[in-house]
């Protein structure tokens, strides 16, 4: 199967490749085992805080970063990324046919 993943800030914040929070580490999980099992893995997510030298592959999975330019956490941010995340989930499926698209959302 051909699944996407859509979430914020879905990469890890150290070149140890720690990731923190609930729905990151469910997401993470989740792609490492179901590529294990030979499903093809994509996974969408917004720009990240943290600025370090990170390899963003995530388990043999198609990492997608849609960029944003809003301050983290503010009404501008969440309103932003919707909408790009929307739009590229869009465009992905158009160029991949996922069979399951799941969302990750802390709200």
């Known amino acids: 199967?051909?699944?996407?993943?859509?979430?914020?800030?879905?990469?890890p914040v150290d070149e140890k490749g720690t990731f923190i929070g609930g729905n990151v580490n469910n997401v993470v999980r989740l792609s490492k085992e179901l590529t294990r099992r030979?499903?093809?893995i994509h996974?969408?997510?917004?720009?990240?805080?943290?600025?370090?030298k990170i390899?963003?592959?995530?388990?043999?999975?198609?990492?997608?970063?849609?960029?944003?330019?809003?301050k983290y956490g503010s009404i501008?941010?969440?309103i932003d990324s919707?909408?790009?995340?929307?739009?590229e989930i869009r465009r992905l499926n158009r160029?991949?046919?996922f069979d399951i698209v799941d969302i990750h959302s802390g709200s």
């Open 38 to 40: 030979g499903h093809e």
């Open 76 to 78: 501008s941010y969440g």
């Open 82 to 87: 919707v909408l790009k995340i929307i739009r």
């Open 95 to 97: 160029l991949y046919k």
């Open 55 to 70: 390899n963003l592959n995530i388990y043999s999975s198609y990492l997608h970063v849609v960029p944003t330019s809003s």
């Open 1 to 11: 199967m051909r699944i996407l993943f859509v979430g914020f800030e879905i990469v």
């Open 43 to 52: 996974i969408l997510t917004t720009s990240y805080r943290y600025k370090t």
